[in-house]
């Protein structure tokens, strides 16, 4: 299982910082990732890491703003958020995957998500 934590509302320009705890095994083949869901429109992708690199992938929009990193002896991942946009504003799930992808299929583990709510 995952668990998301961290979301919550902040103005333009603020900072969260998401995690997301597995309470199972999380094998050194996984790919963790980071989703998100506005408002009205469909799930996308944010940001992942290999669990045994420090690779990581982000999608155009949050690059240079937010980093995704883990801590594999608290098997946990976070999503460090700096400079929110209220375009940012989403419910935020993580997931487990097998194959390096921004697909939301790919991935078969899922958190319940959490909200971000970022105002101008």
């Known amino acids: 299982q995952l668990q998301a934590c961290g979301g919550g509302s902040v103005q333009a320009g603020g900072s969260l910082r998401l995690s997301c705890a597995a309470s199972?095994?999380?094998?050194?083949?996984?790919?963790m990732a980071w989703f998100r869901q506005a408002p009205g429109k469909e799930r996308e992708f944010v940001a992942l890491i290999r669990w045994n690199r420090e690779s990581t992938y982000y999608t155009d929009s949050v690059k240079g703003r937010f980093t995704i990193s883990k801590d594999n002896r608290k098997n946990t991942m976070y999503l460090q958020m700096n400079s929110l946009e209220p375009e940012d504003t989403a419910v935020y799930f993580c997931a487990a995957g097998s194959h390096y992808s921004t697909r939301q299929y790919d991935y078969f583990k899922w958190g319940q998500g959490t909200l971000v709510t970022v105002s101008s």
């Open positions: 199972g095994r999380i094998y050194s083949s996984y790919v």
